[in-house]
């Protein structure tokens, strides 16, 4: 999860690296769906590094759909369809921050979701973790961030 | 799209036959996703003829989930996820006939997409074809019901 | 609820006596809010009746709003606001017929609710009654739907 | 906006005044609708005040409203109706925080509602700065929260 339009060249640069890691891994990447910014360059990285990539788009419609994404789900919600991104994936990975991804990094909290935050700013870090210290999770990069979510899911098992 | 729970026999039969054809055609099939009824069959159908399943759960866990369905999205949004199953497919195909289905196929007629009933009911068939007699296709079993579908989206090319 | 821009001259008219006679009962009157058909007729109906008007509108603003609406709910999920729309109400009544109407009724099926056709179709009153003959109500006209509406919530209490 | 079960005795005393300020103004107050903390004494103060008070419930049914609504949506799509309360909203107040509240404020800000946090903590008052500083106010209390949705509405006309 990510800025779409407002994302940084960092944000899409670190989406596109734990896209690939996260096809070495053999894990599906869900996204939400879109052709722009985090969402866009996760799933390309990911589509290339060999593994099923699945976008919950907002529209009614699959126009704006990242040619990254092999499953495109057509919602037809709009922006409610946050709650299904979370709930859908086991990690929820976050590079960068806007009011998008912050409505998706609250959903998965409230849902109980881990999420691993990706080179936060002081003050997303300092207020996540406010909010729910053991669920979220800070990583220096996308390799530490894999890491994480590897742990995670052998402890769950 | 079928009924859950309250699926005949002859819907189940159907729905299973259907999903193989289906896997034969490449094509990936979408379902509700629960395991029961129609939704299940069409799933289990359809993953042993080695094709895709993907299946949008209404519920906020995954408990619920047929065996069939390798890519489960869980919705969370409960009877309100019917209009993500037809959004998401490009033709929707109908065994049996109950209140969730019904809304099923009403919003595929809303949204415009094409629906293809199998075996219908006298008073289903002469109900939908009333409401939209263009998008409304009936079918005497699976193997022509897949024929119509192929034809459409031929067409469409 | 009824069809939108599809609605007939009949639709509306028994619509906007439906949303007086509702008014007199001292009911809240729910619709789908739009300036558009059997939901802008009623709703015009009832508030000039005097009673309050709630729209759910599937729009994520209010610039399609009918101006007979009280309260504005502003739903932003498209079609899936239909379930809203039943779930919020006690008894479903329904003026004329369209693939966004047989949505709602499916759903107020689906979740139990009892619905009063008005004038159906025979297609139309055939169909609904082989799904749940227990929960769908046949009127003649908007008064013979009142008189439903009033025992049935009599009998509820 | 605020806090369920895990409001602070402090955010419940807060949600109860501006309730009450609220109704004061004739405002229509809409919450999330449930029987717990913010939620409840918000609608519970504005009821007594005299206003109309709407609550947008996550449930498909109606057994854990608050009794200060008096008009209760059933919306049946669990938390992704917190896009519905924000989107119903001129002005979104927030008492108190958490991951549900932080996932209406990051939809506030993401659908451009302007959101008055009221007492919040140094991080929430960081964080969601950081993200919109233009659509963020925050107030020291209720009345001081009333007297900028005031001038907020005025500058709008």
Chains 1, 2, 3, 4 share one sequence.
Do not use: Y
Request: hydrophobic fraction near 40%; aromatic fraction near 2%.
């Amino acid at each position: 999860m990510g800025p779409g339009e407002g994302a940084s060249e960092t944000d899409r640069h670190m989406a596109s690296e734990l896209g690939g890691l996260i096809a070495r891994e053999r894990w599906v990447l869900l996204t939400g769906g879109r052709n722009a910014g985090v969402m866009d360059a996760a799933a390309t990285g990911a589509q290339k590094g060999g593994t099923l990539t699945v976008g919950i788009l907002p529209s009614d419609d699959a126009t704006s759909v990242s040619p990254g994404v092999d499953i495109a789900i057509i919602s037809g919600i709009g922006e409610a369809r946050n709650l299904i991104n979370v709930l859908s994936s086991r990690v929820v990975f976050v590079c960068g921050m806007s009011p998008g991804t912050a409505s998706e990094v609250a959903l998965a909290l409230k849902t109980e979701r881990d999420v691993i935050l990706i080179q936060p700013s002081p003050e997303s870090r300092a207020f996540w973790t406010s909010l729910d210290a053991r669920r979220i999770h800070v990583a220096a990069g996308p390799p530490e961030a894999v890491d994480i979510a590897r742990r995670l899911i052998e402890e769950e098992r």
